[in-house]
């Protein structure tokens, strides 16, 4: 099992920028592929993005291509969400996620991974 701990969430007007941070710790191989999901009161949950940590490839979610990108720091075992050009709809709870692997799909992804407890990202109009 892997210990998740997310920071960076926050209230910001539409438009504007956060990052996200989450810090991993645990199983490494549980590890091989995070990423974030956002649920929205009332929504499902949603995949966002989720990177490969050794080789680095990325997926995202076509809501956030082009908006938000997912990157690594490898030595601190941590990964890093940078949202720019924020909307109301972009308004979650958003969790980090680890797992062994992406899978082909944000449904496999979420079945096999661990979760942090969340960090709230409110976007105001």
């Known amino acids: 099992k892997v210990q998740l701990v997310e920071s960076g969430g926050g209230s910001v007007q539409a438009g504007g920028s956060l990052r996200l941070s989450c810090a991993a710790s645990?199983?490494?191989?549980?590890?091989?592929?995070m990423g974030w999901f956002r649920q929205a009161p009332g929504k499902e949950r949603e995949g966002v993005a989720a990177?490969?940590?050794?080789?680095?490839?990325?997926y995202y979610a076509d809501s956030v291509k082009g908006r938000f990108t997912i990157s690594q720091d490898s030595a601190a075992n941590t990964v890093y969400l940078q949202m720019n050009s924020l909307k109301p709809e972009d308004t979650a709870m958003y969790y980090c996620?680890?797992?062994?692997?992406?899978?082909?799909?944000?449904?496999?992804?979420?079945?096999?991974?661990?979760w942090g407890q969340g960090t709230q990202v409110t976007v105001s109009s």
């Open positions: 990177i490969y940590t050794g080789g680095g490839s990325t």
């Open positions: 645990g199983n490494a191989y549980s590890s091989n592929c």
């Open positions: 996620a680890a797992g062994p692997r992406y899978g082909g799909s944000w449904d496999y992804f979420i079945s096999v991974s661990d």
